[in-house]
């Protein structure tokens, strides 16, 4: 079992940055690591993804240049950097883990285990 919790949501206002911590604990060997997010009355989307060894890392278009996954090499927590953040960033955030796997994907699908979320509120 791999359990995860993710911290630092907030409000923030557009332009404003906020940095996001998906601590990992349990079984969670080999696993890629991803940032889904999902507003009111939307689908969940993909945000990004690392690889296990962190060499591969995936963006949304939507994010690409604004937000910076990582993970530290104890391989216990996932970073989402989250910077000139926009209204339209505005969702709950969800960490996913896939243990067993190393590639990054961006599909949903491809994770195993999910968090709770934290919630990015941001305020034009």
């Known amino acids: 079992q791999v359990q995860l919790v993710e911290s630092g949501g907030g409000l923030v206002q557009a332009g404003g940055s906020l940095s996001l911590s998906c601590a990992v604990s349990?079984?969670?060997?080999?696993?890629?690591m991803g940032w889904f997010r999902q507003a009111p009355g939307k689908e969940r989307e993909f945000v990004a993804a690392i690889s296990w060894n962190g060499i591969t890392i995936l963006y949304a278009d939507s994010v690409k240049g604004r937000f910076s996954i990582s993970r530290d090499g104890a391989k216990k927590t996932v970073y989402l950097r989250m910077n000139s953040l926009k209204p339209e960033d505005t969702a709950r955030y969800y960490c996913?883990?896939?243990?067993?796997?190393?590639?990054?994907?961006?599909?949903?699908?491809?994770?195993?285990?999910w968090g709770q979320g934290t919630q990015v509120t941001v305020s034009s």
């Open positions: 996913a883990s896939r243990p067993g796997y190393n590639s990054a994907s961006s599909n949903s699908d491809n994770y195993d285990y």
């Open positions: 349990g079984r969670n060997y080999n696993s890629a």
